[in-house]
């Protein structure tokens, strides 16, 4: 079993008080922690400073002026069985019913969902295996192991409810002791494993707003097996909001951000998105085959959009 390194814990009542808090080198939020406390025992993050969003009061879900607003801290499990997302947003609660497992979805949030880092068969690995191979550029090493003549990380971005969340319209509101400001999920995000995030380190996810007049989406997540593993490509797809309009799909799991694809029919779609992805390989799955299943899973979900 691998231990957590020694840390200090605060749980603040208001946003303000916890954006101070970040704002202090060494800290960080933590929400259900199902990914942060792994990543800490395996050395990739070692904050001073845990800053609980527990008490902050972000858990809960209503409707406002046609928006469906999800508090940050609210469960994958909650947001999945809530009526109206059940009702007018089926494509989050099938997106928050793939993540991990039914377990880990009970303490697993939307926020920390949007929120998560990328991923490397390099870099989520314990301290040790990663001295093996003298670390990575991402953290403690200089070279890429994935691109070793390349400058950048290409870490993959890996949270299932983003695609879905993305096509839907859906924005994000961050608060700190400098205010509140809201942003479209679709920006949030850039082409860089290890800054992957529009982000200052002392703001805070609050709410997400997800419109209720949305598009269609359909989510679909590849994996090897049905529980527990990321997805080797996800995809959301939206049709055509009148006849003869757009298709649009949203890739993710294959680069560092999500990325956004547009066609005039279905076919195009799926060709158009198995031109725009690069998938690397991964210890289950070679770079080619994936990126062949790329067309066939944003045609398969075109499919069920009809
Ligand atoms: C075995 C296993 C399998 C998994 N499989 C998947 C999977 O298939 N798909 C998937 O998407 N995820 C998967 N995860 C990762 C994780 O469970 C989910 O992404 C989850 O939604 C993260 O939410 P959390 O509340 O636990 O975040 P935490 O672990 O608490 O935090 C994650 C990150 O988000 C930041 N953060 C959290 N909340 C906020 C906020 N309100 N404002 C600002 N920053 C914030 C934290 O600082 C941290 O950097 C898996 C995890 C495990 C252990
Ligand atoms: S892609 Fe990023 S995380 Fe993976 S080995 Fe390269 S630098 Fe490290």
């Known amino acids: 079993m691998l231990p957590l390194p020694s840390f200090q814990y605060e749980a603040p009542t208001d946003v303000v008080e916890a954006s101070r808090l970040l704002s202090e080198p060494g800290s960080q939020l933590i929400a259900g922690g199902t990914d942060l406390l792994v990543s800490m025992k395996h050395r990739l993050f070692e904050p001073r400073l845990l800053v609980s969003a527990r008490r902050l009061g972000l858990r809960g879900i209503s409707e406002h002026a046609g928006w469906l607003e999800i508090g940050a801290a609210t469960t994958l499990h909650d947001v999945a069985r809530h009526p109206t997302v059940l009702a007018r947003l089926p494509a989050l609660a099938a997106a928050c019913r793939t993540v991990a497992t039914p377990t880990i979805q009970t303490m697993a949030t939307l926020g920390g969902n949007l929120m998560l880092d990328t991923r490397c068969m390099y870099y989520n690995q314990p301290a040790g295996w990663r001295a093996t191979l003298g670390y990575c550029l991402k953290r403690e090493g ?131 998105a198995f031109r725009a992805c690069q998938p690397l390989s991964t210890h289950l799955a070679p770079a080619t085959w994936r990126k062949k299943m790329v067309r066939v899973e944003v045609a398969r979900a075109a499919a069920l959009i009809g």
Do not use: N
Request: charged share 20%; with cysteine; hydrophobic share 45%.
């Open 142 to 272: 200089t070279v890429c192991h994935v691109a070793p003549k390349g400058r950048g990380c290409y870490a993959t971005h890996s949270a299932d409810t983003v695609p879905a969340l993305w096509l839907m319209g859906a924005e994000a509101e961050f608060s700190s002791a400098r205010g509140v400001r809201r942003v479209a999920v679709s920006s949030m995000y850039r082409e860089d494993g290890i800054a992957w995030l529009r982000l200052e380190r002392d703001e805070v996810l609050t709410r997400v707003f997800v419109p209720l007049d949305t598009r269609r989406v359909v989510h679909r997540k590849l994996r090897t097996r049905q529980a527990i593993d990321y997805a080797q490509v996800l995809v959301a797809v939206a049709g055509p909001v009148s006849p003869g309009g757009t298709w649009t799909a949203v890739i993710s799991s294959v680069s560092s951000s999500p990325i956004l694809v547009e066609a005039a029919s279905a076919a195009e779609l799926s060709e158009a």
